[in-house]
């Protein structure tokens, strides 16, 4: 019997930092948990900004989804995990960026400290594939 939850890391994106795989997926469903801006290619952050680190996490979102069958206009939810909220409009601007006229549900929350201590936020999501559509 096949498992239930099919959990995975593509290549091309971050390596996790822990005993995890980026990514869960169960029929339809696909979760993909928290990740900072690290750019695949060199292991390091994307910059040292909030909308380059953003961008980098939605780039790398993108991967992952496209390796589940789904993409950034399939996501249900965002939630945003910020260091500082001075930095909320930079990064809502590379949000609308990456996401286009798509808008789906997203929480914001204000973080005391993140797991690597240049990460200025960190974002995870949960989307559905696109064959539901």
Known sequence: MAPIVD???????????????????????????????????TGQLAGADVHAQTTQILRSFDVMLRSAGSDLAHVVHVNVYLKEMGDFDEMNAAYVAA???????????????????????????????????
């Not at 890391?9 to 690290?38: E, M, N, R, W």
């Open 7 to 41: 959990t995975s890391t593509p290549p091309d994106t971050p390596t996790p930092i822990g005993p995890y795989s980026h990514i869960a997926k169960v029929g339809t469903d696909i979760t993909i948990g928290a990740i900072g801006g690290v750019d695949p290619a």
């Open 99 to 133: 996401m286009g006229s798509h808008r789906p549900a997203r929480t914001v929350i204000g973080v005391r400290e993140l797991p690597k201590p240049d990460f200025l936020l960190t974002m995870n999501l949960t989307a559905v594939t696109a064959d539901l559509a």
